[in-house]
């Protein structure tokens, strides 16, 4: 975007926007001055308009937002210019963070709970303290678990927190603490699938990002691109640019279970029984292999150059020349050299010639990638799909490659203004609670092997004292009970622990509170936010407070400081140092000062004016099997093995691993508890998935694009929006095919009961031939029982109450897609 229309676009929305405030202005009961004229009243309006920076937060994107204030009231948020995530656009939820800010049924400060009782029929009957109070409260109880050499009974589990001055400070809270429970994240009921497996061939732990507008064609898993896949907001801007300007267009098959926006749009749609994406990543590998179609610049090839892939005949290893793979052609004995699209065909129930198409379409294009979430690996064999699809991208050589796949480069933060490990007292460092395991990982009696979260287990591990009980939880930017599979259990968990929830709205966790110490809302906060990953460089924004906070609310970045200085000894010297969020923001940013952005950001000074910190391009690239690194000019310097090994292919090898170093490090683990096979469990293998709950139905329970993380569950405008393909204005429906209705004598419209062996739940049907028979489709979004007064007046029941919760064995993926359910008319 030019420099000239980037200040035109600037002009006309300020004017846009501060002619609404005017009208505002004009309209209201305090216009101003009796006798002022309509032109200057407007003049007085614009000039009282400001604009804020600040950081969508309905979504992880991170979008940059204008924000626009008039006479201390926002009234009109713009996607910003010149941030690389928004480019001036928005999503459809962007703008109606207005409704965020302003939503009548916010909590309007600390509470504390009078009624001992809990119970979704049990007032809570709140009462406002003041935050000294409820501060004091919780530093009590804290001293007095530490006093006591009981620590370890205190967990803090968040959601999407973002930043070093927010959910970055709760590794330090607990290490200085001493507990094993503080943080637990809620990555398990997200996306580890993803991540482990990634970890398991490539070695780098964490989700791609992505060059999709170099990309030839892109090849998705689930992953509901233009429905909820991340960042949304430019995957639209980019769908346009790659489908519309870009020549050659890219082409795009899309795999799911029911026909969404993506498949709609896409040039191929696949609708897949549950759990079998991994069968047909497989015999996309056959082909790939079969036909010659690999990538051997990158995956190499045969010594003499003939291609001895046939099917069903193995291969002697010696006979080809790896490259940056490890273990291809053991792979293919073991596994892959059956693995035909016939096979798949039949696992799948998708028609051979469609697997063959897409085959050689992906095989043969260049760049390519494939891309997935937990649409293909929450399942139970959930490590092993995600694995077969990630080895997809190997095969045809995007990783690293321009339109490829890399991983997201971290900011150049400055120091804290304290150094933890400087206030780690004898307790800390070897107390008692160093004894006890973390109570998440203890849901199953083996464990979890490569679990990095199990917040799905929080709840019924307590209830069952497994591996002990929790004294005191506090609960950030998460709602378990509701978000939970089979959350009526947190019901009961949450009825003999003391609970801290920090949302600034009602909920269901919250209606089990002792205690509430309202966050701010985002236009409210001072907030540092690195990018989720988005194109590999390096990006941090800045979320700046639009107006000054409405109520008696705490950003929970300064409640953890505030906590932290009155827990006794060092801990509470190192939260005086750090003294405040902004303190801590102004110390991340002195980074910038021998690393300055893009942008010209250099300070925070400067970083509250952009909003966004940036700077390009991504320092490496794959090219024709070789790595190059920056050097200032262009991709210039080659990079040696070693040098791949310790920033790019992280693992033992120094190679993207078919046969998985991980997995085969752990094979007696495994092949123990889970009764895998040891010969071929540290590959890429087809099982068949695990489905409980009892019915005859696949219920799979997807987000849609106005879902917003759940956050814009009491938005009038998004219940009246919600889903539009099937025409969910005002009520979330379930999908199901006509003929499995008629089946059951249920007509279009009708109440139905879905019920699993965990619950049952009540909610309308939609007749929608796009869903596959097999399958039941309820957005997981609506049925809330204690929310705001537009969420509780949504009819229809909420999908988790049914859902059971099984978890990936491996990676303790919650396994969302895979509970079998019965439906009948209600």
Known sequence: MSGEHLASTTRRRFLQAAGAGSALAIAGPNAGPEGVAPGEARAQAAAATKIVKNICHQCPARCGIDVYVTNGRVHAIYGTPDHPISNGKLCPKGPLGIYVLYDPDRWKGPMRRTNPKKGRNEDPKFVPISWDEALKVVAD?????????????????????????????????????????????????????????????????????????????????????????????????????????????????????????????????????????????????????????????????????????????????????????????????????????????????????????????????????????????????????????????????????????????????????????????????????????????????????LARNMMQDVGPNHLAGRPYKLDTILFYCTNPIWTAPNGQVWEQALQDVFVIDTSPFPSETSHFADLILPDHTYLERLQDAPTYPFEGYPLTQLRVPAVKPLYDTKYFGDTIIEIGKRIKGPMGEYYKKLESAENVIRHLAKGFEKNPGDNGVDSFEKWVEKGVWYKKPYLWRQIRGEFYEWDGKGYNRRMTPEEVKAKLLKTPSGKFEIRSGLLEANADWIAAKTGRNKANLMFPIWEEPKHPGGGDLYLVTPKQALHAEGRGHNIPMVIAHFQPIVGGRGEAFAEIH??????????????????????????????????????????????????????????GGHSGECTVNQSDRITGQCNYYTTKVTVERA
Request: aromatic share 10%; hydrophobic share 40%.
């Open 141 to 449: 109880r804290l001293n007095n678990l530490r006093d006591r050499g009981e620590s370890h009974r205190f967990a803090i589990l968040y959601g999407r927190g973002w930043g070093a001055s927010c959910a970055g400070l709760l590794g330090t809270f607990g290490k200085l603490y001493g507990s094993p429970n503080v943080p637990i994240g809620h990555s398990s009921m997200c996306s580890d699938g993803s991540i482990v497996a990634k970890q398991a061939t490539d070695g780098n732990a964490g989700y791609n990002a992505h060059d999709y507008r170099h990309t030839n064609y892109i090849l998705m898993f689930g992953c509901g691109f233009l429905d909820a896949f991340r960042p949304y907001n430019y995957n639209m801007q980019v769908w346009g640019y790659i489908r519309g300007d870009k020549s050659p267009k890219t082409r795009v098959t899309a795999v799911d279970v029911h026909v969404n926006t993506t498949l709609a749009a896409a040039d191929r749609a696949l609708l897949i029984k549950p759990g079998t994406d991994g069968a047909l990543a497989l015999a996309i590998a056959h082909v790939i292999l079969t036909e010659g179609l690999w990538e051997r610049s990158f995956v190499g090839d045969f010594v003499d150059g003939v291609n001895r892939f046939k099917t069903g005949q193995t291969v002697d290893p010696t006979t080809f020349e790896e490259k940056w793979v490890k273990g291809l052609v053991e792979w293919w004995n073991i596994e892959l050299k059956d693995r035909t699209p016939a096979w798949a065909a039949k696992v799948t129930t998708l028609r051979e010639r469609d697997i063959l198409a897409t085959a050689r379409e992906f095989g043969s294009t260049r760049p390519a990638m494939a891309i997935m979430e937990r649409g293909a690996h929450a399942h139970s064999n959930g490590i092993y799909n995600a694995m077969a699809i990630h080895t997809l991208n190997a095969l045809v050589g995007s990783l690293f490659a321009e339109g490829g796949l890399m991983y997201q480069m971290p900011p150049p933060y400055g120091a804290l203004p304290a150094n933890a490990d400087d206030y780690l007292d004898e307790y800390a460092k070897n107390g008692p609670w160093k004894q006890y395991p973390r109570i998440d990982l203890k849901g199953h009696p083996d464990g979890y092997l």
């Open 738 to 795: 006509p003929e499995t209705a008629r089946q059951r004598g249920i007509k279009d419209r009708d109440w139905i009961k879905i019920r699993s062996s965990v619950g049952e739940i009540r909610v309308r049907c939609r007749y929608y031939e796009g869903v596959r028979p097999d399958t039941i489709v309820l957005p997981m979004e609506w049925g809330h029982w204690r929310a705001g007064r537009w969420s509780m007046a949504v009819p």
